[in-house]
């Protein structure tokens, strides 16, 4: 990947927690923003919950016109939601990004089974259309999104569990964080007053924002969040998967500074500066008081049996 993309990754698709729609492949930007701007709405529980499979009703077509694409919640692999009662409409998204909502996959998965698609599926752009009757919440909605891929694009997949190279996240120092990594206060489930300094995101997900262009500096904030949302864009950013092996499992507040890393200078001016600061594994590391150590352990990956261009409605 090289560092334009990588940029961009980190840009768009943190910026708004919004785990790789905006993935190690995928080239529509428009796309990614479209997907990024959706506003972020916490869904109210409930105390008895329908259970969803799949739509009442629904359309798919391909997208010919070149209008920016849209989305009327986000699909990004957190909480986040906002009701639609029902409805979806999206349009304009590669195929990918449906998949990857659908079986709420990690980078390197969508990295993996992108690398498994044919080129129609890479290149065509759809609209999607449904409506139920009834609320759904977003994990229904990935239900009725995987059950419509497989009525309408005859879509397979399996899974596949290797070992690979991971990188185990850890303390630093056993029972003690890092300064800008602090348990998140019980009696403010919707954090209405924690708000890291300088950057402020959707309770209960991560943002990111590049703080300086020219230095390639950027600033990642999470309000009452696991360590384990934290580790899809550590991901991101180490190029392999990060496993949660710090025993910390309660909900925290952080922010975290470091320098985007310069991969290639490909389609870089030579001139361009360095980037300034801290690498994220040195941020990491000093700022939050985790460390990410190089380890062998189990990878799921995702693997197309069977694909096809989608039925007529």
């Not at 990614?32 to 077509?61: C, E, G, K, L």
């Not at 009327?72 to 304009?92: C, E, W």
């Not at 934290?230 to 991101?236: G, H, I, P, S």
């Amino acid at each position: 990947m090289n560092s334009r993309r990588g940029i961009l990754l980190a840009a768009i698709n943190l910026a708004f927690a919004v785990p790789l729609i905006v993935s190690l492949e995928m080239r529509d930007a428009a796309a990614m923003q479209a997907i990024a701007n959706t506003q972020y709405d916490a869904a109210s529980p409930t105390a008895t919950h329908q259970q969803f499979t799949q739509f009442d009703v629904a359309t798919i077509r391909e997208n010919r016109n070149s209008a920016p694409a849209h989305v009327n919640f986000p699909l990004s692999n957190d909480d986040s939601y906002v009701p639609t009662h029902g409805y979806m409409q999206a349009s304009g998204l590669p195929l990918g990004a449906y998949i990857q909502f659908a079986y709420n996959m990690s980078p390197l998965q969508v990295v993996a089974f992108q690398k498994q698609l044919p080129d129609w599926a890479v290149s065509a752009r759809y609209d999607i259309e449904a409506r139920v009757e009834g609320d759904p919440d977003k994990g229904d909605m990935r239900q009725m999104v995987r059950a419509l891929l497989a009525s309408r694009f005859k879509l397979r997949l399996r899974t596949a569990i290797t070992t690979a190279d991971v990188y185990d996240l850890k303390l630093v120092h056993p029972g003690r964080v890092g300064p800008s990594l602090h348990v998140h206060a019980a009696d403010d489930p919707e954090c209405k007053n924690n708000q890291p300094d300088g950057l402020v995101g959707p309770c209960g997900a991560i943002r990111i924002e590049m703080q300086d262009p020219n230095t390639l500096t950027l600033r990642m904030a999470g309000r009452n969040v696991t360590l384990d949302q934290l580790l899809f864009y550590a991901t991101t950013q180490v190029g392999r998967p990060v496993l949660n092996r710090t025993g910390l499992t309660g909900r925290y507040d952080f922010t975290l500074t470091y320098a985007s890393v310069r991969r290639t200078p490909d389609d870089l001016d030579v001139d361009a500066p360095e980037p300034l600061g801290p690498s994220f594994q040195d941020a990491v590391h000093d700022q939050l008081g985790l460390t990410l150590v190089l380890a062998k352990g189990p990878v799921t990956t995702y693997v197309i049996d069977h694909i096809e261009r989608p039925s007529e409605n």
